[in-house]
């Protein structure tokens, strides 16, 4: 049977010194406070995922605090009850955001305004660079080139 652990208190995390060696912090359900030597307090969920235990970042305090913490534990324990690992989940969607960067319409000008400087006159290349950055990337800069249709410019 697990053992029953009494919930933080905000002044109790609040007040967590810095040690010799990092301590933790248990706040119940696999989330605990995380405090090293050089006094960083950083926010760890450990649960068990097809029979391994794993260990998940869920930020630092005071950026994330004790309420915040422990809401991204149970949508962490939500994604785990579906069957879903919740760091493959985050790395998956680390992969789809740089995936979706690489593909944006900013990018894609980008790399043509590389390829096309050297055959291009300084002021020339300057004078496009500077239209694209003042006139173009802040209204079409981030959307995907595939979804960018003649209306949109």
């Known amino acids: 049977m697990p053992r029953i652990i009494e919930p933080l208190k905000d002044l109790q ?5 810095p040690k010799d060696k990092s301590y933790k912090l248990s706040d119940g359900g696999g989330l605990y406070l995380l405090i090293t030597p050089a ?3 950083g926010w760890r969920l450990k649960y068990l995922y097809q029979g391994k235990e794993k260990l998940i970042s869920l930020g630092t305090y005071p950026e994330v605090g004790l309420q915040e913490a422990r809401k991204k534990r149970e949508s962490n324990k939500e994604l785990l009850a579906n069957g879903t690992d919740p760091s493959g989940n985050r790395k998956a969607k680390k ?3 740089i995936e979706q960067a690489a593909n944006s319409f900013e990018a894609i000008a980008r790399e043509w305004l590389v390829k096309n ?14 239209r694209l950055e003042n006139d173009v990337f802040p209204y079409l800069g981030n959307k995907p080139i595939a979804t960018i249709t003649a209306p949109d410019l």
């Open 117 to 130: 400087r050297d055959g291009w006159v300084k002021s020339h290349y300057e004078k496009i660079a500077a």
């Open 95 to 97: 992969l789809a955001d």
């Open 13 to 17: 995390v609040k007040n967590a010194k």
């Open 39 to 41: 006094g960083s307090k």
